[in-house]
């Protein structure tokens, strides 16, 4: 079994410009424009399988990847919950939490608490590629989250967590610690670290186009028009 393992590479706490370009791509961008993006420059893997769904109405967040790996056990151990606690601990304002399963559904790896204990780190939502539950309460506490489906059972002697701010793979996707991750109604996409301002600078330009282009196409444009013209579909 791999060995419990912690890492400090995201060390970082949120700034005012990380708050600000959250807002931003919130507010003005969505997951199809950002893949548009991804896809120009040459980044066409980065949006999580469709099996990801939110976990309520009008979901939608942006943050950097605080990554959790998971793993199948059969067994009690000692300390099942050991590693799931620093996990969680260490989360820090302005963070994704994204938690990998191998795409078991054995069990339901988050729940009420750790969706509390994420909200009083700062945590700015989660995305588990497994099963969830406490579903009432989480949605009590309006926590943004994103999961493959509910199930009522724990997780002790069916999976427990192995390592956390490792890289990992989330539906598909590999997610570095402090990637981009992003999620609204069409799905859950990454924006690897390195390109996160060319990234929202090509989907912003874009999005400004698709204005253009709907209020033209309103008003009566034909659809040629308007695409040889902004260029955008």
Not at 18 to 32: K, P
Not at 137 to 144: A, D, G, T
Not at 196 to 203: F, G, P, T, Y
């Given at each position: 079994m791999a060995q419990p393992h912690g890492s400090t590479a995201s060390a970082e706490r949120a700034t005012q410009a990380?708050?600000?370009?959250?807002?931003?791509?919130?507010?003005?961008?969505?997951?199809?424009v950002i893949s548009d993006a991804l896809d120009?420059?040459?980044h066409r893997q980065q949006a999580m399988a469709e099996h990801l769904r939110p976990v309520g109405s009008d979901v939608k967040f942006a943050g950097w990847a605080r990554t959790i790996a998971c793993m199948d056990t059969y067994h009690?151990?000692?300390?099942?919950?050991?590693?799931e606690i620093a996990a969680i601990d260490s989360i820090l304002p302005g963070e994704v939490v994204v938690v990998s399963t191998g795409g078991s559904r054995r069990n339901a790896p988050w729940g009420e608490l750790l969706s509390t204990a994420a909200v009083a780190r700062?945590?700015?939502?989660?995305?588990?590629?497994?099963?969830v539950r406490d579903v009432r309460?989480?949605?009590?506490?309006?926590?943004?989250l994103f999961a493959a489906?509910?199930?009522?059972?724990?997780?002790?002697?069916?999976g427990q967590v192995v390592a956390w701010n490792v890289?990992?793979?989330c539906a598909g996707v590999l997610v570095e610690p402090r990637d981009l991750v992003f999620a609204d109604?069409?799905?859950?996409?990454?924006?690897?670290?390195?390109?996160?301002?060319?990234?929202?600078?090509?989907?912003?330009?874009?999005?400004?186009?698709?204005n253009h282009s709907r209020e033209e196409l309103r008003n009566g444009a034909y659809l040629r028009t308007v695409y040889e013209k902004y260029g955008v579909l």
């Open positions: 990380d708050l600000d370009l959250f807002a931003h791509i919130e507010s003005t961008l969505y997951t199809a120009d420059l040459g009690v151990g000692d300390d099942p919950y050991g590693t700062g945590a700015r939502g989660a995305v588990v590629d497994g099963l309460r989480i949605q009590e506490l309006r926590f943004p489906g509910m199930k009522p059972v724990d997780s002790k002697g069916r890289p990992v793979e109604l069409d799905g859950v996409i990454t924006i690897p670290a390195a390109i996160v301002e060319e990234v929202v600078r090509l989907a912003t330009d874009k999005v400004t186009r698709e």
